[in-house]
Antibody, heavy 122, light 108 residues
Framework: QVQLVQSGSELKKTGASVKVSCKASGYTFTGYAMNWVRQAPGQGLEWMGWINTNTGNPTYAQGFTGRFVFSLDTSVSTAYLQISSLKAEDTAVYYC???????????????WGQGTLVTVSS | SYVLTQPPSVSVAPGQTATITCGGNNIGSKSVHWYRQKPGQAPVLVVYDDSDRPSGIPERFSGSNSGNTATLTISRVEAGDEADYYCQVWDTRSDHVVFGGGTKLTVL
């Protein structure tokens, strides 16, 4: 069945970097865009952006430029989110979510990964 | 940027109908999608393209969209429907995805 499996929880120090993986299975990886969504503790869903799984071209939402990088390894059907210079406010659950389309206009997200908790502490 | 407005909370007794709204400027011209998120779990798509249901989602879940308001309706509410619900659209002006702030559904 179609599923996205993310890497496990991370505990990082302020200023460090983290790389979250999202492994897809059950479908053609390059046939659908991949989105990233952040959920801070007790807060709502925040779209971080998406990556074109055909070209590897990323698009970042406002507030997610500079320290955030989306990447792919299509040979293993995996998308990655890397965050550098971590801050306490980066503490959140990060989700990958497959889009219905491969290019904009993006549509609905289904399925979602199980989420990866990134905790940043000094 | 485009803004989607949801009520923070909705309460309903078991067996009754829950209505969760999602307000946005001329949202009726956009496709609206809805997600359910139970505590500690990832969001799950429950309605897409305003009113279509993915396989496995009960017929009790329905959606509509017109004017400045999209609506998710849950009929014959059950205790298991208690969750946070989010609406989502694609904003063509910014080429960005937008989520509503979420609505906490409480089953009394």
């Amino acid at each position: 069945q179609v599923q996205l499996v993310q890497s496990g929880s991370e505990l990082k120090k302020t200023g460090a970097s983290v790389k979250v993986s999202c492994k897809a299975s059950g479908y053609t990886f390059t046939g659908y865009a991949m989105n990233w969504v952040r959920q801070a503790p007790g807060q709502g869903l925040e779209w971080m952006g998406w990556i074109n799984t055909n070209t590897g071209n990323p698009t970042y939402a406002q507030g997610f430029t500079g320290r955030f990088v989306f990447s792919l390894d299509t040979s293993v059907s995996t998308a990655y989110l890397q965050i550098s210079s971590l801050k306490a406010e980066d503490t959140a659950v990060y989700y990958c979510a497959r889009d219905r389309r491969v290019v904009p206009p993006l549509l609905w997200f289904d399925p979602w990964g199980q989420g990866t908790l990134v905790t940043v502490s000094s | 940027s485009y803004v989607l407005t949801q009520p923070p909370s909705v309460s309903v007794a078991p067996g009754q109908t829950a209505t969760i709204t999602c307000g946005g400027n001329n949202i009726g011209s956009k496709s609206v999608h809805w997600y359910r998120q139970k505590p500690g779990q990832a969001p799950v798509l429950v309605v897409y393209d305003d009113s279509d249901r993915p396989s496995g989602i009960p017929e009790r879940f329905s959606g509509s969209n017109s004017g400045n308001t999209a609506t998710l309706t849950i009929s014959r509410v059950e205790a298991g429907d208690e969750a946070d619900y989010y609406c989502q659209v694609w904003d063509t002006r910014s080429d960005h995805v937008v989520f509503g702030g979420g609505t906490k559904l409480t089953v009394l």
